[in-house]
C-alpha cells in the first residue's frame, strides 16, 4: 500500500496542528490530527456555493463571503456562478493553507486565487463578519465540519445566537446565509429560525449525482 507523504505542517492562530498529506493524486488536511478535508469527492462543497448564490448571481455588482479557503473548491464555485463584476472575499484563518494554496493545491480548483475578482482575507471570519455591516449578499461557512467547531474551538461562537445575529447584520438586504455540514443538526436549524432567517435544509451527496456520503447544506434567507 502506498504511505502517505507529508507536505507540509502549519498551525492555527490558537497553536493547533494543521497538516497537508497526499497520496496517489489525493490530498488531505488535517486538523488536530483528525481529518478536516480531502480533494476526493468534493461535490457537496461546489454545491455550497450553487444554493447560496441564487440571489446574489443576479445582481448588477454582487459581494459575497466565503468563510474557509481549504482546497478552493467552494470559492471556484462561487467564482464560476458570479458574474465578471462580482467581488468574493475569502476568509482562512491559516496563513499555511494559502500557501498550499498558492503551491501544491492550487491546480486542484482551477487556481481560484488568481481570479481578479477574488480577495483574501488571512484571519478569523469572525473577525471580518465583527467589521462588516450589511456588505455581503451571500456568506458561505465552511470552516468546520459542520455547525459545531472543529478546526478551532474558537469557532463555537459562530453557530450560536450571539455570532448568527453578527453574521445576519453582515447580510446586505435579501442576504444569504449558506452553512455546509457532514451531518443533521436541528438545534442548529432552530438557532437560524430563531435569529430570524427563513430556513432550507438542503440535503447533497458527496459526488451529487454519482452518490457518495450524504452532507447537509443549512440555509437561511432574510
Ligand atoms: C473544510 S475546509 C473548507 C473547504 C472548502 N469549502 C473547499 O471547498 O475546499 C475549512 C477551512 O476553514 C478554515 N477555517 C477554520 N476556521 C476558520 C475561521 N474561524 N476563519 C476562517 N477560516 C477558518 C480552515 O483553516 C480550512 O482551510
Known sequence: MIPWALLGRTATPNGEDMALMQRSGEYVILAGGKPLMSSRMHGSEEALADVAC??????????VLI??????????????VLPRTATVVVAELVAG????????????AGHPLDDPRTRVEVGDVA?????????FDAILLDVDNG??????????????????AVI???????????????????????????????????RVRARLKRGGPRHVIFVGRL
Open 147 to 164: 455547525p459545531e467547531a472543529f478546526t478551532t474551538s474558537r469557532n463555537t461562537w459562530l453557530y450560536g445566537d450571539a455570532g448568527l
Open 97 to 108: 493553507v494559502v500557501e498550499w494554496n498558492r503551491g501544491p493545491l492550487g491546480a486542484l
Open 127 to 135: 473577525d471580518l463578519l465583527r467589521a462588516s455591516r450589511g456588505r
Open 67 to 80: 468563510g474557509g479557503l481549504g482546497m478552493g473548491f467552494t470559492l471556484r464555485a462561487t467564482l464560476d
Open 168 to 202: 445576519r447584520s453582515a447580510l446586505a438586504e435579501h442576504g444569504v446565509l449558506a452553512v455546509w455540514s457532514a451531518r443533521e443538526h436541528r438545534r442548529f436549524e432552530q438557532r437560524l429560525r430563531y435569529a430570524g432567517f427563513a430556513v432550507d435544509v438542503v
Open 54 to 63: 441564487r440571489r446574489a448571481r443576479a445582481r448588477e455588482e454582487p459581494c
